[in-house]
């Protein structure tokens, strides 16, 4: 369940971001993504998407 709730704040966070280019947005969009790639309980898909996700995030 911590990596379906992640995963969805993750995504709403980069959704916010998207739209409005809103800087706390992008901050809080790689913070659950970083998270996310963190949990133990992640499998190489999760983290492959977090880390690419990450990377346009980064740019």
Known sequence: METQNL???ALTHLI????SHCVIARERALMMFEAL???KESNTE???LCL???AL???
Not at 16 to 19: A, C, D, L, R, V
Request: hydrophobic share 45%; no cysteine.
């Open 52 to 54: 690419q996700a990450n």
């Open 16 to 19: 916010q971001f998207q739209s």
């Open 46 to 48: 999760i983290e492959d």
């Open 37 to 39: 790639s963190d949990l």
């Open 7 to 9: 995963l969805i704040a």
């Open 57 to 59: 995030l980064a740019t």
